[in-house]
C-alpha cells in the first residue's frame, strides 16, 4: 500500500514563504523520484519541482530561484520551501512518487493535494 500525505499549505501575502511537505508510507517498494505539482482550476497540473533519490532536481522555470525542493531518504519525506510567494503560485500542490520494486518503475502516486493561497 502507498500513501503520500501533504500538509503545510494556506495563506500568505505576496512575497511570503510557505514550506509545505510530504510524507509517504510505502510497504515493500522503494522510492525512485519525488516532486511536486500544482494544479488551478480549469487548467491542467503543472511539474513545480522533482528530486532523485540522489538528489538531483529539476524545476519549472517559473519558480527557479524562489523555490526550492529537498528530500530525507531515511524518512521517505519530501519538502518544498516556497519563497517570494507571487500570487501566481496560488494553486493546489500535489506531492508525487514515482516507486520501484523488482526491477520496475511504478509511477502515478499522488497525495490529496494542499491548498496554497497568496494574496496580493
Known amino acids: 500500500q502507498v500513501q503520500l500525505v501533504e500538509s503545510g499549505g494556506g495563506l500568505v501575502q505576496a512575497g511570503g514563504s510557505l514550506r509545505l511537505s510530504c510524507a509517504a508510507s510505502?510497504?515493500?517498494?522503494?522510492?525512485?523520484?519525488m516532486g511536486w505539482y500544482r494544479q488551478v482550476p480549469g487548467k491542467q497540473r503543472e511539474l513545480v519541482a522533482t528530486?532523485?533519490?540522489?538528489?538531483?532536481?529539476n524545476y519549472a522555470d517559473t519558480v527557479k530561484g524562489r523555490f526550492t525542493i529537498s528530500r530525507d531518504n531515511a524518512k521517505n519525506t519530501v519538502s518544498l520551501q516556497m519563497n517570494s510567494l507571487k500570487p501566481e503560485d496560488t494553486a493546489v500542490y500535489y506531492c508525487?512518487?514515482?516507486?520501484?520494486?523488482?526491477?520496475?518503475?511504478?509511477?502515478?502516486?499522488w497525495g490529496q493535494g494542499t491548498q496554497v493561497t497568496v494574496s496580493s
Open positions: 528530486i532523485t533519490s540522489g538528489g538531483s532536481t
Open positions: 508525487n512518487a514515482e516507486l520501484l520494486r523488482g526491477g520496475l518503475v511504478f509511477s502515478g502516486y
Open positions: 510505502i510497504s515493500r517498494f522503494s522510492i525512485n523520484a
